[in-house]
């Protein structure tokens, strides 16, 4: 059984205590507003009387708070405190802030994990809930048992900004998958279809089309749109304005496709439309 501090109560940091306290662990926590570790205690929690004084109590500390300007007044406030010690963020936030703060944690003398959490409060702990990790990985490795009990935990590699740069481009895809969800929904809402009954036929043609991506993803890292080509991209610009034309003529709104047509315009007057769709991804990757 290992001794762990947990800074910041909301709901996830609830729920990582929770699950902590489940498991048999001495756990301290601490959060900028009082009187929110009442349940946890009652559990066998201990109250810090400030982030420093959590942070002394335990070799790990996880951070869970709103963001980076929160996580990082934390540290502020506490930074005597954190040599020697090992301090786990899984707050929510950009590369750029992970690096940041990794370089910050460095210099107070502790070891630095970055962390994503792919999961609600009630998944932690649960078979579906992954947290992705990176930054030190003598930490990792000297924790990632205890973490395991969280969520499966999946190290990216030594560059502390991986987690968040994977934690958000897994939601990003989340949040195309949900657009193209209300796009079609609002398409047949419109002839008074309701969401549960198209649901049915939508999710297993979004399953099929799952079967695409494998094929365009080794043509993106191959840069050859051209080949094996069975549905070009000039085809389907064509269908993609019949989708459009026909969102219009159904009163529904256009906003969450006009990009993605603009796109594949620009691409096929550029002369690629006897390409693959895949060939879109170069007009929004990183250049040079
Ligand atoms: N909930 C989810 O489904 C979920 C899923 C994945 C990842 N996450 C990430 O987990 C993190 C926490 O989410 P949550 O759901 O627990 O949020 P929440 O319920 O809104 O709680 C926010 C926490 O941050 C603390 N906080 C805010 N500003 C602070 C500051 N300046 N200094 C110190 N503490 C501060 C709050 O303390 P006070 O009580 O004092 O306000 C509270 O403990 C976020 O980065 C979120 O993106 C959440």
């Known amino acids: 059984m290992a001794n762990i501090s947990i800074i910041g109560l909301g709901a996830m940091g609830q729920a990582l205590t929770a699950r902590f306290l489940q498991q048999g662990h001495t756990v301290t926590v601490w959060n900028r507003?009082?009187?929110?570790a009442g349940a946890l205690i009652a559990k066998g929690a201990r109250e810090a009387g400030s982030a420093a004084e959590a942070i002394a109590e335990s070799e790990v500390t996880v951070m869970c708070v709103l963001d980076y300007p929160a996580s990082t007044s934390v540290i502020d406030a506490a930074a005597s405190a954190l040599s020697g010690r090992a301090?786990?963020?899984l707050t929510n936030g950009t590369p750029a802030q992970a690096r940041a703060t990794a370089e910050r944690v460095a210099t107070l003398g502790a070891a630095y994990l970055d962390g994503g959490i792919m999961a609600t409060p009630p998944m932690i702990g649960g078979e579906h809930a992954l947290i992705?990790?990176?930054?030190?990985?003598?930490a990792f490795d000297a924790h990632a048992t205890l973490l395991e009990e969280l969520a499966a935990a999946n190290y990216l590699g030594t560059d502390a900004g991986l987690a968040s740069l994977h934690d958000l481009a897994l939601l990003s895809g989340m949040y195309g998958l949900f657009a193209g969800f209300f796009h079609a929904t609002a398409l047949v809402d419109s002839e008074g279809i309701s969401a549960c009954d198209f649901l049915k036929l939508l999710s297993s043609w979004m399953t099929a089309m799952m079967g695409e991506l494998p094929g365009y993803a080794t043509k993106i890292d191959s840069g050859k749109h051209g080949v094996n080509v069975v549905s070009n991209l000039g085809m389907q610009a064509a269908s993609l304005e019949n989708i459009l034309t026909a969102t219009?003529?159904?009163g529904v709104a256009t906003d969450l496709l006009d990009p993605l047509l603009e796109l594949f315009r620009k691409r096929a007057g550029a002369g690629f439309g006897d390409e693959d769709i895949s060939g879109v991804f170069e007009l929004i990757r990183r250049k040079g």
Not at 33 to 36: A, E, L, N, R
Not at 132 to 138: A, E, Q
């Open 33 to 36: 507003t009082p009187g929110k």
């Open 87 to 89: 301090l786990v963020n």
């Open 132 to 138: 992705l990790y990176s930054g030190s990985k003598p």
């Open 248 to 250: 219009r003529e159904q």
